[in-house]
């Protein structure tokens, strides 16, 4: 009897998992145990695949992300599975995967890449051999590992969504897998329905008009984008009429009291008349002051001004009721979407267009 058979079953009344002829040999090759050994927590680079079903289309310059490495560390551990675990799931893959490595990636791939060429002797790693047992659970764990972390370019993260639409069967299941509205679902996955052309242009014109234009009909597309634009730019030109220009130079006061000497305003008591003050003839060009009621008494009346008066509001209330609040554009569907991208909260949004998408297919279905 073996020590094994001796013992019995753990305490929790599990044994140990069985190893895989794959990873005996490893063992016998490295000298390294496999049984009842805890999963490592770091890897030499090179015995970990690539993963064949990375949703990014290309990896890009990882210059800045391998400097980021060498300089300041690995912050975040990737998710790995043992390379039996992962052709068991997904046996059409092994000559996809890169030969005399021992563990495959599944959320990680850019660092994996970025620490080789870094020249990392390890990298931080956790093995979860539980992100699928067959292949479309396996593209799901590597996909939406990057929706939800939200780094993929955008026509990456409109394939994948496709990908997981396909295994999902319908853009509300999906949406609510991902924990999503069904309209963002729906604004990304437009992009795929954009024509060749203006594709090309993801990342030099906005994304949402791009995710607008793309349920139009390709022949359309060009035409409903130069539309959005220019309304995009009539709101902002309209924005910047109403907003008031910080430079301009404030009013004048006409309110304003004339300087008067203080000797001017003696009190007047037991009905004496006020003390007048000796007037100074003025300079030419200037004008004489005012002086209030005791000043103009002893200017002759030929020379006599009005008292200043108090400023009308007239012209003020005349501009305010001039600037009226701007009515929502209700026949331009173009501004009116303009206007509730950049103003309506993204929840919300969503909510909105969820129930206009709905409202569009019940308008679309034949009337029974």
Same mark, same amino acid.
């Given at each position: 009897?073996? =020590?094994?058979?001796?013992?019995?079953?753990?305490?929790?009344?599990?044994?140990?998992?069985?190893?895989?002829?794959?990873?005996?040999?490893?063992?016998?090759?490295? &000298?390294?145990?496999?049984? &009842?050994?805890?999963?490592?927590?770091?890897?030499?680079?090179?015995?970990?695949?690539?993963?064949?079903?990375?949703?990014?289309?290309?990896?890009?310059?990882?210059?800045?992300?391998?400097?980021?490495?060498?300089?300041?560390?690995?912050?975040?551990?990737?998710?790995?599975?043992?390379?039996?675990?992962?052709?068991?799931? /997904?046996?059409?893959?092994?000559?996809?995967?890169?030969?005399?490595?021992?563990?495959?990636?599944?959320?990680?791939?850019?660092?994996?890449?970025?620490?080789? !060429?870094? /020249?990392?002797?390890?990298? =931080?790693?956790?093995?979860?051999?539980?992100? &699928?047992?067959?292949?479309? !659970?396996?593209? !799901?764990?590597?996909?939406?590992? /990057?929706?939800?972390?939200?780094?993929?370019?955008?026509?990456?993260?409109?394939?994948?969504?496709?990908?997981?639409?396909?295994?999902?069967?319908?853009?509300?299941?999906?949406?609510?897998?991902?924990?999503?509205?069904?309209?963002?679902?729906?604004?990304?996955?437009?992009?795929? /329905?954009?024509?060749?052309?203006?594709?090309?242009?993801?990342?030099?014109?906005?994304?949402?008009?791009?995710? #607008?234009?793309?349920? =139009?009909?390709?022949?359309?597309?060009?035409?409903?984008?130069?539309?959005? =634009?220019?309304?995009?730019?009539?709101?902002? #030109?309209?924005?910047? #009429?109403?907003?008031?220009?910080?430079?301009?130079?404030?009013?004048?006061?006409?309110?304003?009291?004339?300087?008067?000497?203080?000797?001017?305003?003696?009190?007047?008591?037991?009905?004496?008349?006020?003390?007048?003050?000796?007037?100074?003839?003025?300079?030419?060009?200037?004008?004489?002051?005012?002086? &209030?009621?005791?000043?103009?008494?002893?200017?002759?009346?030929?020379?006599?001004?009005?008292?200043?008066?108090?400023?009308?509001?007239?012209?003020?209330?005349?501009?305010?009721?001039?600037?009226?609040?701007?009515?929502?554009?209700?026949?331009?569907?173009?501004?009116?979407?303009?206007?509730?991208?950049?103003?309506?909260?993204?929840?919300?949004?969503?909510?909105?267009?969820?129930?206009?998408?709905?409202?569009?297919?019940?308008?679309?279905?034949?009337?029974?």
């Amino acid at each position: 009897m073996s =020590k094994a058979d001796a013992l019995g079953a753990g305490r929790f009344g599990g044994g140990v998992r069985p190893i895989s002829a794959r990873r005996q040999a490893v063992a016998a090759a490295t &000298g390294v145990p496999t049984a &009842g050994v805890a999963p490592p927590t770091e890897l030499p680079p090179h015995r970990i695949s690539l993963n064949p079903d990375n949703p990014r289309s290309s990896l890009g310059d990882l210059t800045d992300l391998a400097g980021s490495l060498r300089t300041h560390g690995q912050k975040q551990a990737i998710t790995v599975m043992n390379r039996d675990a992962y052709l068991k799931a /997904n046996p059409d893959r092994e000559t996809d995967l890169e030969p005399d490595t021992t563990y495959v990636v599944i959320d990680g791939s850019s660092r994996l890449a970025a620490a080789r !060429e870094a /020249n990392l002797h390890v990298v =931080k790693v956790m093995v979860s051999d539980d992100q &699928g047992t067959n292949a479309e !659970e396996l593209l !799901e764990s590597a996909l939406v590992a /990057n929706i939800h972390r939200q780094d993929l370019e955008e026509l990456d993260e409109a394939r994948a969504l496709q990908r997981l639409l396909a295994i999902h069967g319908s853009q509300r299941a999906l949406a609510k897998r991902l924990h999503r509205s069904q309209g963002w679902v729906s604004q990304r996955l437009a992009l795929l /329905n954009l024509a060749p052309e203006l594709q090309s242009l993801i990342g030099t014109e906005p994304i949402d008009l791009l995710r #607008a234009v793309g349920n =139009k009909p390709q022949d359309q597309q060009q035409a409903a984008l130069a539309e959005l =634009k220019a309304a995009r730019m009539r709101t902002s #030109a309209e924005a910047a #009429a109403t907003k008031p220009d910080r430079h301009a130079p404030e009013p004048k006061q006409h309110n304003e009291s004339v300087a008067v000497p203080e000797e001017d305003y003696t009190a007047i008591t037991g009905g004496a008349k006020p003390r007048e003050s000796q007037q100074e003839a003025p300079q030419q060009g200037e004008t004489e002051p005012e002086l &209030g009621a005791a000043a103009s008494a002893s200017v002759p009346d030929g020379r006599r001004e009005p008292m200043p008066s108090v400023p009308e509001q007239s012209a003020v209330d005349s501009a305010t009721r001039n600037q009226q609040p701007k009515r929502f554009p209700y026949r331009d569907g173009a501004e009116a979407a303009l206007h509730l991208i950049h103003k309506m909260p993204a929840e919300e949004f969503n909510k909105m267009l969820d129930l206009l998408i709905k409202h569009r297919d019940s308008q679309r279905a034949p009337s029974a």
